[in-house]
């Protein structure tokens, strides 16, 4: 039995992996770490067949070669992105797969919420009620019907919203540097998105290309009033120029699923610590910010999608045959 050690794991990880993994004609042997994977934390992969891995877990040069060296050749990531994977250094010595389109219709809802929410101040009016404030003065919104939605990135996931925002009655442009027709999205050059949307909502993955796309000299040419939407990656913005738009009154409220600097907070219980992330805190006390813990992809049918594709994944490369989930690939005589 194939041994699969799992890292910076929480009790809804376990749930679809379990249930699925015991449906398999050749189950692997689960096990878990709370524990994100870093160099202090590799060893506990030693006799491992296999290594599942997260958003924020450190997959440095160093990581991939502890994990080679103890006999490890495949890393699953149990998400879409692998910014966090150095490539360069996995490649010829771990396959790396991934989840590329686990329930696009997730993380394109809770994009849909985040708009919603922030344009109407849902989140405001909620913290009053549980104070027994039912003034609504201050909570004023608009009416999207008619507005313009901006999406930078049409992948899977980019589609989706652009349909949810559709049927909101809104007109759509879309930025993506490999464009795919779609009825009723007009695709434009960045500049133009961003001077144009009421609504800019950023669906595409975090490159050096893409690292700060929104910057402050983008926010300069954002039509004033705007809304911003991240249920991507945390880095597309730069938090401080966000903050300066958010101050200014460049940007009207902000819908952040992701910070640029999440990787040793999100997922965690810090109600009780002192010494706090000063932007994150800052965005955070903003009335016209709602931060969600990137838990966009957090539904019943995404976390059952994304076991499925990583065990299918791990199957695949142990009986020797290629998936189409495969970033880079190593000598698969090593393991099989």
Known sequence: MKKIAFFDTKPYDRVWFERLNAELS??????????????????????ADAVCAFVNDDISASVVNLLA????????????GFSNVDLDAACGKLTVVRVPAYSPDSIAEHAAALMLAVDRRIHRAYART???NFNIAGLEGTVLRGKCAGIVGMGRIGVQFAKLCQAFGMRVLAYDPYPTAMDGVNFVPLAELLSQ??????????????YHLIDAAALQTVKRGALLINTSRGALVDSNALIDALNDGTLRGAGLDVYEEEGDIFYEDLSDTVDRDEQLSILVAKPNVLLTAHQAFLTEEALESIAATTLKSLTAFFHGEHTDCEVCAADRKRSI
Do not use: N, Q
């Open 130 to 132: 549980r104070d027994y």
């Open 26 to 47: 050749e189950p692997f042997e689960l096990v878990w770490y709370e524990s994100r994977l870093r160099p202090e934390t590799a060893c506990l992969a030693e006799g």
């Open 69 to 80: 060296d103890y006999g490890i050749s495949i890393l699953a990531m149990r998400c879409a």
């Open 197 to 210: 949307s009421d609504v800019i909502s950023l669906h595409c993955p975090l490159t050096k290309e893409t």
